[in-house]
T-cell receptor
Framework: DAKTTQPNSMESNEEEPVHLPCNHSTISGTDYIHWYRQLPSQGPEYVIHGLTSNVNNRMASLAIAEDRKSSTLILHRATLRDAAVYYCILSSLNDYKLSFGAGTTVTVRA | GAVVSQHPSRVICKSGTSVKIECRSLDFQATTMFWYRQFPKQSLMLMATSNEGSKATYEQGVEKDKFLINHASLTLSTLTVTSAHPEDSSFYIC?????????????FGAGTRLSVL
């Protein structure tokens, strides 16, 4: 079961970028890197995923290290609505279930 | 993103009663749905994987006779908590999987907060 390591918490100011690191040194070649976030009292929300190349979508960017042993989720301009727990999860066809760790709790200061 | 509707959002029941939670994928067909449980201040724990037209696969330690799962159609899965007791009080969350090449993305419902008195 490939695992990820994330910092417990991170603080940011509104309108500033947030860089959330994730280490996954035991990642296998078939593992995709997924990010989900969970706002208070809600179900998780898909953010982004990638395999080898960096990815961008309307919510965030995902920067993947060349050796794939780490990645960074980038929120370009944090808003108060981005305050949530962010989960970095590895998933593949061989192990398609999502295993949620403790995640990183992001606090955004106005 | 895809929309998953979960109902009810909150339920309060007496000990010994059964509670049914519905999970619907509104704009796509989900052959696979998942049920999670989340206790306060903790992360999500997968309870079971539900495949349309077949029996659910339960995670270790989850009682299949206690948590009945039915996935009768491509857009609906239900979780029934039978003979609920106070220790079953939790936040129950479903998700529906959308499959791509070699990966799946899960779209989650808003969750059901169950309080058993």
């Amino acid at each position: 079961d490939a695992k990820t390591t994330q910092p417990n918490s991170m603080e940011s100011n509104e309108e500033e970028p947030v860089h959330l690191p994730c280490n996954h040194s035991t990642i296998s070649g078939t593992d995709y890197i997924h990010w989900y976030r969970q706002l208070p009292s809600q179900g998780p929300e898909y953010v982004i995923h990638g395999l080898t190349s960096n990815v961008n979508n309307r919510m965030a960017s995902l920067a993947i290290a060349e050796d794939r042993k780490s990645s960074t989720l980038i929120l370009h301009r944090a808003t108060l609505r981005d305050a949530a727990v962010y989960y970095c999860i590895l998933s593949s066809l061989n192990d398609y279930k999502l295993s949620f760790g403790a995640g990183t709790t992001v606090t955004v200061r106005a | 993103g895809a929309v998953v509707s979960q109902h009810p959002s909150r339920v309060i029941c007496k000990s010994g009663t059964s509670v049914k939670i519905e999970c619907r994928s509104l704009d796509f067909q989900a052959t696979t749905m998942f049920w999670y449980r989340q206790f306060p201040k903790q992360s999500l724990m997968l309870m079971a994987t539900s495949n349309e037209g077949s029996k659910a696969t339960y995670e270790q330690g989850v009682e299949k006779d206690k948590f009945l799962i039915n996935h009768a159609s491509l857009t609906l899965s239900t979780l029934t908590v039978t003979s609920a007791h106070p220790e079953d009080s939790s936040f129950y969350i479903c998700s529906a999987a959308a499959w791509g090449d070699n990966f799946n993305i899960q779209y989650f419902g808003a969750g059901t907060r169950l309080s058993v008195l």
